[in-house]
């Protein structure tokens, strides 16, 4: 089953995500914490990271590397308003499949709906090229 992680502190924003994706049919988990977020990352149960910007003790900058080195074929969509674009080009480098802005209605959940479907679509090609 595809597991989808959401890792934001805003409780709205990871409720309507949740549950967009469980409608979808995506295995989902939701936490505000870095060490529950790398506790499903551990465990396999996430190939897909949905990743807010901060969260109670790092933001995004500090936590993508600490989850790439989890897992290296995870796939992270980071959900940001306010990050300007030379922080967007350091987080590529470091790994971020995809940058979204915060939701603010059906469109934007869409926008990161098909960028999930896609990371899976990727990571099925890959694994098949295995």
Known sequence: MHGVLIVDQDLDSRRQMADMFIGSGYNVIVTNSVANALHGILKKSAQVVILGTSFEELNATELIP????????????????DTSLQRIKKLRTEGIFYHALK????????EILQAVE?????MEKGSSAD
């Open 66 to 81: 600490l989850l790439k080195q989890c897992n290296k074929k995870l796939s992270i969509i980071l959900v940001a308003a």
């Open 103 to 110: 939701p603010s209605d059906a469109d934007d959940r869409r």
């Open 118 to 122: 896609c990371a899976f679509r990727n």
